[in-house]
């Protein structure tokens, strides 16, 4: 089965209240087959480079295949 790895961005009260407390109204997550993984970034450059590791890591971890 592929994985699809995504990058969704949080606006508003669905932002952690940490964040929130800091003036942050907006926060990226890493979605893993539609679901969250880790944590909430507060840049998207973040979120990017954490996708970019699950990517490399389910690659590592797929069998060879014929594509």
Do not use: Y
């Not at 209240?17 to 507060?42: D, H, I, K, P, Y």
Request: net charge negative.
């Amino acid at each position: 089965m592929q994985s699809k790895v995504d990058v969704a961005v949080m606006i508003g009260s669905a932002v952690p209240a940490s964040l929130r407390a800091v003036g942050q109204s907006v926060c990226w997550v890493v979605l893993l087959n539609g679901e969250r993984r880790g944590t909430v970034f507060s840049s998207r450059d973040e979120a990017q480079e954490c996708k970019a590791a699950w990517l490399e890591q389910l690659n590592a971890e797929a069998p060879d295949s014929l594509h």
